[in-house]
């Protein structure tokens, strides 16, 4: 079996005081409304949200209004990411092999990348969707001046989902939490227990929504490419 844990437990300050940055409507509906719809359509066995306390009935409600097909539950968020991520792994039904993590914010996310990413780590073990760097990239110091300059052949920026098996990334929170470290990055914690992580390419833009100058190209992206419908009926089409 798979699942899908959708980390929407943040509280987006980046977005400025007051706002939550996954109710945001874009391309007519709420940002989690997009990031939900992906995952509900890509095949899995069930959908795990994660939010934080008291934004329970907002998430029932939005789940009335998308005809959605998988199976959900809502799982209560921590206070960093990886604790967020640490209860949706606690919560995923026994005989679960593997599981996708995905941040709420990122709606933009295909079908086929969700769908390659989890193949990936069904073979591997772990992957990451990631997107190769196409900028020259330097490195400061002192947040200030350059004090170095980064073969960008080597850079990939990662994104999500992150997908693994569900013993890989339970073992590698573990340790982190063992160590008493903070990682903002699912796939940070494998480095911990030595394990490969496999790049899986991003060809299409797949951003977080984290600004306000970031709704615009959203909504464009949205817009043009809705990929929100249903999945075929009958169990092939799992992944």
Not at 14 to 23: A, T
Not at 122 to 137: E, F, I, K, M, R
Not at 146 to 155: G, Q, V
Not at 200 to 206: F, K, Q, R, T, Y
Request: contains cysteine; aromatic residues 6%.
């Amino acid at each position: 079996m798979t699942a899908a844990i959708i980390v929407a437990a943040g509280r987006g300050t980046r977005m400025g005081p007051g706002v939550d940055k996954l109710f945001l409507e874009v391309a007519g509906a709420p940002v989690i409304a997009h990031t939900w719809r992906r995952f509900d359509a890509a095949g899995f066995d069930e959908v795990l949200l994660v939010v934080r306390e008291g934004m329970e009935p907002a998430f029932k409600e939005l789940a009335g209004t998308l005809s959605l097909q998988t199976p959900w539950r809502l799982v209560g968020g921590g206070d960093e990411r990886q604790d967020s991520v640490w209860q949706g792994l606690s919560a995923v039904r026994r005989g679960t092999h593997c599981v996708a993590i995905h941040d709420g914010a990122r709606p933009c996310t295909s079908l086929a990348l969700i769908r390659r990413a989890v193949a990936s780590a069904q073979v591997a073990g772990a992957s990451v969707t990631a997107h190769p760097a196409v900028d020259t990239v330097k490195e400061s110091d002192n947040g200030r001046s350059i004090s170095r300059h980064l073969d960008r052949t080597k850079i990939w920026l990662v994104q999500t989902p992150q997908c693994f098996q569900v013993e890989i990334i339970r073992r590698a929170l573990e340790e982190v939490r063992r160590r008493g470290l903070q990682v903002t990055d699912d796939t940070a914690a494998c480095e911990y227990i030595g394990q490969p992580v496999e790049l899986v390419a991003s060809n299409e833009p797949n951003p977080k929504v984290t600004c306000p100058g970031d709704i615009p190209w959203i909504e464009y992206l949205l817009r043009r490419n809705p990929e929100n419908g249903q999945r075929a009926n009958g169990r092939d089409d799992r992944i």
